[in-house]
């Protein structure tokens, strides 16, 4: 065991330059990596804050009685799907309308037209339009309700653009994540390729596969954790400061979570990298 | 017991060994005489099993090159001493750990890895040396680490490829009565070399080889 750990780090001083291109260039994929991943994120974020302003505004009926309107607020209460219920009565509708559009207007008649109205807010995660149209469908038979109004245009874009981005994620998921590997692999097979001759005299001298493959496969995990840590470690404060600096891009929570998930996986990569490297190299060998 | 049947060797198209046939007993010291490219190398190498032979089979103790499976090289060759013509040093650490490296593969303690190492680095005289990097060391120099290695396992054989072969010539009858008192003490060898004077002044049987036969 010692021997694997005492040849692992001796592996980094021997190849010198080397093992440091390794872990660069493992950081550098990650960073590119992780950083696509906190963008799509933060993207996901912004439109989903984008539609928790989306509400639906249900007018009442004036006809409506007290009973009707609290059993549909009972209704409403009860799905998951709302976050937020609040009542606007006649006098609170006119008082807005008043701010919007000036006082006066209101005066020249008589009744006030104004209805009385629920107003839905969503729970993030069912903001989509085939969302709000259940909720429409489950209570627009209500009697008390008189009609149902949404940004529907809005939702319907907002939608798109969540399926569009989806399908970028997973593209720029495999594309970058294959090139990462593709890239990583490679250094790490010259590291090792550069002790090509080491490795075929540690065969003659009666050393087994195993025995040879340890040192180098311990050298290739922490050589990947260690660039995973800087790719993790740059991606978080890179993240930390644009939200402290940008506050209003409120870039999803646990998304620092997505920057150390590149320690684990730098260390998978040049795990694998290694192992791949160095088969390849006991496989021609007599 | 060493021994080798009807053995062929083609590489390419190149035939470098032909039929070839010969066995060592267990403590005998014997040479392999042939002039330069007459396929010594290739002998030693196919009964380290380095190589496998084309055609025919060689046999060492109970490991037949038919049929023995590759997880079993590794054992077989941590009991069989090699001394490579070309020294085949590990570049990248010095003498002692290049000796040690033999050792080390067999899960030997640290403590007697130690003990034997230098013990076996000061027979070949070489205790001086082993903190210095094998590229710091003369050809005849790492030719004496290559012989430690080879020793330091206590093989019960020893193929010696041109062991003498970069040494002056008090260094080299040092090595010759070093790898004769191992004999002395039971461990077959077998030596390759294309050097006559040698066969003419010690009383051990000589294998001829030239252009891949044996005579
Ligand atoms: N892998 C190979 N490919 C092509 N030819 C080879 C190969 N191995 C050996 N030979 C040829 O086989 C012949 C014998 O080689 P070998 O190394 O066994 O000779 P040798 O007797 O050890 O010579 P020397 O005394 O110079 O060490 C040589 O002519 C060599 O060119
Ligand atoms: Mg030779």
Redesign the pocket.
């Known amino acids: 065991m010692s021997y694997v750990v005492k040849e692992a780090l001796a592996g980094f001083r021997r190849t010198k330059g080397m093992g440091l291109i390794s872990v660069g260039t493992t950081a550098v994929s990650l960073v590119v990596f992780g950083g696509l991943l906190l963008i799509l994120l933060s993207l996901y974020g912004l439109i989903d804050q984008v539609k928790s302003r989306v509400q639906i505004e249900i007018y009442l009926s004036d006809a409506a009685t007290r009973e009707q309107i609290l059993e549909l607020e009972k209704r409403l209460k009860a799905m998951p799907e709302v976050k937020k219920l609040l009542y606007v009565d006649k006098e609170m509708a006119a008082a807005e309308f008043e701010k919007t559009f000036g006082e006066g207007f209101l005066d020249a008649i008589s009744q006030n037209p104004l209805p009385a109205s629920l107003k839905v807010t969503l729970t993030s995660g069912y903001r989509s339009s085939e969302k709000i149209a259940a909720i429409i469908k489950a209570v627009e038979k209500e009697k008390a309700v008189e009609e149902i109004e949404y940004g529907r245009k809005w939702v319907e874009k907002l939608d798109r653009l969540i399926y569009i981005l989806s399908f970028v994620a997973v593209l720029v998921t495999l594309v970058i994540g294959a090139a990462s590997v593709f890239v990583i692999s490679n250094t790490v097979n010259l590291t090792i390729l550069a002790r090509r001759d080491s490795i075929e005299i540690m065969r003659l001298v009666g050393a087994t596969d195993s025995f040879i493959r340890a040192p180098f496969l311990l050298e290739g995990i922490i050589g990947g954790s260690l660039g995973g840590s800087i790719a993790a470690a740059l991606l978080y404060f890179v993240h930390r400061w644009l939200s402290l600096r940008f506050p209003s891009l409120s870039l999803v929570p646990g998304a620092e979570l997505a920057a150390w998930l590149m320690i684990p996986l730098g260390m998978a990569l040049g795990g694998l990298g290694s192992r791949l490297a160095i088969r390849r190299i006991l496989r021609h060998l007599p | 017991m060493i021994q080798m049947h009807h053995v062929y060797k083609t590489?390419?198209n190149?035939t470098?060994l032909e039929d070839v046939s010969l066995q060592v007993e267990k403590g005998e010291f014997v040479f392999l005489l042939?002039p330069?490219?007459?396929?010594?190398?290739?002998v030693l190498r196919l009964i380290h099993f380095d190589e496998r032979p084309t055609q025919g089979w060689v046999r060492l103790e109970d490991y037949n090159s038919s049929t023995i499976k590759s997880r079993h090289i590794p054992l077989l060759r941590r009991r069989v001493g090699m001394i490579f013509?070309d020294f085949k040093l590990l570049r990248d650490r010095n003498i002692f750990d290049n000796v040690a490296f033999a050792l080390e593969v067999t899960g030997a303690k640290k403590a007697l890895m130690k003990r034997r190492v230098l013990q076996t680095l000061t027979l070949v005289g070489l205790g001086h040396l082993r903190n210095m990097m094998p590229v710091q060391l003369s050809g005849g120099e790492q030719q004496r680490v290559s012989i430690a290695r080879a020793l330091v396992n206590q093989p019960f054989a020893l193929l010696a490829d041109?062991p003498l072969g970069d040494l002056d010539k008090e260094a080299a009858s040092d090595i010759l009565q070093l790898l004769r008192d191992l004999n002395h003490q039971g461990t077959t060898v077998l030596m390759?070399t294309?050097d006559t004077e040698l066969m003419e002044t010690l009383p051990y049987r000589c294998l001829m080889i030239e252009k891949g036969k044996i005579f």
């Open positions: 590489v390419g190149t470098v042939g330069s490219g007459a396929g010594k190398s290739t013509q041109e390759a294309h």
